[in-house]
């Protein structure tokens, strides 16, 4: 690419116009994970994490987030969400959480940041749900799994 696609002719930040771009069914898939301590992982597991449920939390998080991508990443596109699915679970090799998205839309632009921003807030949840028993926290791994839809088409990581 020879040019950036935010930046205008001017050197100023701009949105690019996708008013020209057919609407297309878009799916998009991240994940992450959040690696805790072994008792952390207990905790939650066992129902007995002081703030309550850890997990269902995290999720109902990542789901809001995800429709409120537009708000928090400059330039990016509102778009009418049709579905966003957010799975927290419990992962003893880590130890800790793997934390998935999936984000649908009918537009004319990818849904890869809405899930990215969903699973980045299901583990920020995760995290600040869980400090009062375990500072050691990492939240990583975070990347787009898959996209469908576009005129790019789609791709799975391999």
């Known amino acids: ?24 069914a878009r799916t998009a898939t991240a994940e992450g994970r959040l690696a805790c301590l072994p008792a952390t992982l207990a905790s ?4 007995t994490a002081p703030k309550g ?7 109902l998080a990542g789901i809001m987030a995800a429709k ?3 708000e928090l990443i400059p330039l990016c596109h ?12 419990p992962d003893e090799t880590l130890p800790g959480f793997r934390v998935s ?25 995760l995290f600040d749900m ?6 050691t926290m990492e939240i990583g791994a975070v990347r787009v799994t898959s996209k469908k839809g576009g005129r790019s088409g789609g791709w799975p990581r391999g």
């Open 101 to 125: 998205a999936e984000a649908r839309a009918v537009g004319p632009t990818g849904v890869e940041i809405e899930a990215l921003t969903a699973v980045s807030v299901a583990c920020l949840t």
């Open 1 to 24: 690419m020879s040019r950036l696609t935010h930046v205008g002719d001017d050197g100023r930040a701009r949105m690019v116009d996708v008013s020209d771009k057919p609407p297309t």
């Open 68 to 70: 409120r991508t537009a």
């Open 78 to 89: 509102a778009l009418p969400l049709a579905r966003v699915a957010v799975t927290v679970e």
């Open 44 to 47: 939650v597991q066992a129902g």
């Open 130 to 135: 869980l400090k009062a028993i375990d500072r």
């Open 53 to 59: 449920p850890v997990i269902a939390a995290a999720e």
